[in-house]
């Protein structure tokens, strides 16, 4: 058996801050689908999709989009308007000039939404202090931008981990806390648990030092050593452990599901919406969740 389990076991008590309740934090009203459109084997349309949305109860949808579908953006939304599903949130172009930014923003207007733009970004470790430092003063630029450029339309930038430089979490942590010190204030992040394994061993600190500037938390199975990335809540070893420091942290945010796994987005969100109901049971009271979900037959 792994030993990492050991590392979480001292912060699953932790009561310094009044503890979220499971059934609070993960209600179908507090929860949003991510992915549900570049991985859906049935190639669903805006319509056909916030149809989907509609009958699994989500509320809240933060979209993936690729090149082709641009010229449908304006039909995304008027779709999830028609089916009662907040856009909630954006992929976004990390160029500040990039002029799909630009034209997404007047979409949005045109629409009169307001979305969080979810920016990614990149590069390979640094080697010094003075290059670590420039770095977090390079991102911190390109992000300021697409955060100037957006707030005229009532929107606000989220940093999101998706691997290398980027995708540290204490190099996020930097990022915002150097633009607060340019007096940008309203850049969060948005921590994805399946670009999060090399968290595990010292997730307790890790979301400590993070916790106050993340807005939303994806949730997937946790192995370790990153076997298997995609996978429900409930399928792996760790995610229920790290769930546990979340919620007795006294966090508040939004919950993610996200239908990267692939085939048909209907099947996988509802598989990710069964194994986050075991999750959330064994929070409440460990060992009433029964069994883990068996999602082989699907």
């Not at 059934?23 to 805006?46: I, S, T």
Request: charged share 25%.
């Amino acid at each position: 058996m792994s030993k990492l389990p050991l590392l979480l076991l001292p912060f699953l008590a932790l009561s310094s801050l009044r503890a979220a309740s499971p059934d609070e934090l993960f209600a179908a009203g507090n929860l949003h689908a991510w992915c549900a459109v570049p991985f859906d084997a049935r190639k669903r349309g805006p319509e056909e999709r916030a149809e989907m949305l509609e009958k699994l109860g989500f509320k809240h949808f933060v979209y993936d989009w690729r090149a082709k579908d641009i010229p449908t953006f304006d039909a995304e939304i008027e779709a999830l308007k028609k089916h009662g599903v907040e856009l909630t949130g954006w992929w976004s172009p990390t160029d500040p000039h990039s002029p799909v930014l630009r034209a997404t923003l007047e979409v949005f207007q045109r629409q009169n939404v307001h979305p969080q733009l979810w920016v990614m970004g990149g590069g390979e470790p640094t080697n010094t202090p003075e290059e670590q430092q420039a770095r977090v003063e390079q991102e911190a630029e390109r992000i300021r931008q697409i955060a100037e450029l957006a707030r005229p339309y009532g929107c606000k930038v989220e940093l999101y981990n998706h691997n290398k430089w980027f995708g540290v979490m204490d190099n996020e942590v930097a990022i915002v806390e150097r633009l607060r010190q340019l007096g940008v204030t309203d850049v969060g992040i948005v921590y994805n648990f399946s670009h999060g394994h090399q968290d595990i061993a010292e997730f307790p600190a890790i979301w400590k030092r993070m916790q106050r500037y993340v807005v939303a938390v994806n949730v997937t199975g946790m192995v370790e050593n990153g076997e298997r990335k995609i996978m429900p809540p409930s399928q792996g070893e760790f995610e229920l452990g790290m769930l546990r420091v979340i919620v007795d942290s006294g966090w508040r945010g939004r919950i993610g599901l996200i239908a990267e796994q692939g085939g048909d987005a209907e099947v996988t969100l509802g598989n990710y919406l069964c194994g986050l109901e075991w999750c959330k049971k064994e929070l409440t009271q460990p060992g009433s969740g029964g069994p883990k979900p068996d999602f082989t037959a699907h």
